[in-house]
């Protein structure tokens, strides 16, 4: 991976809204009905929201009937720490 995927992964995290969404997520899968109630934010914001983590790969998804369920991807968090390792390892 290049540093624009990289910095595309690391806006990803860069806010508060997401970063909440994430430690919301690290409960269970929760449907986008319960984290509207919780954000208290409008469908199109979170959809926003929601979109930049899925691409990240930090966040999986499933539809079922109409609504979104999402949830912690762990292979994309294990992604991601290897990513911010490679930038911050000190033992070199």
Same mark, same amino acid.
């Given at each position: ?6 910095? %595309? $992964?690391? !806006? +990803? &995290? =860069?806010?508060?809204?997401? /970063? +909440?969404?994430?430690? *919301?997520?690290?409960? !269970?899968? $929760?449907? =986008? @009905?319960? /984290?509207?109630?919780? /954000? ?5 914001? /979170? *959809?926003?929201? #929601? !979109?930049? &983590? @899925? ?6 998804? %499933?539809?079922?009937? $109409?609504? #979104?369920?999402?949830?912690? *991807?762990?292979?994309? =968090?294990?992604?991601? %720490?290897? #990513?911010?390792?490679?930038?911050? %390892?000190?033992? $070199?």
């Amino acid at each position: 991976m290049g540093y624009r995927e990289d910095a %595309r $992964k690391i !806006k +990803a &995290l =860069a806010d508060e809204n997401r /970063l +909440a969404i994430m430690m *919301s997520l690290q409960q !269970k899968e $929760k449907c =986008a @009905c319960y /984290l509207l109630e919780e /954000l208290n934010i409008s469908q199109s914001t /979170l *959809s926003h929201h #929601m !979109k930049l &983590l @899925c691409d990240s790969g930090l966040v999986d998804y %499933r539809k079922e009937g $109409k609504w #979104m369920h999402y949830s912690l *991807s762990k292979e994309g =968090a294990i992604a991601f %720490r290897d #990513m911010i390792d490679g930038y911050i %390892r000190t033992d $070199k």
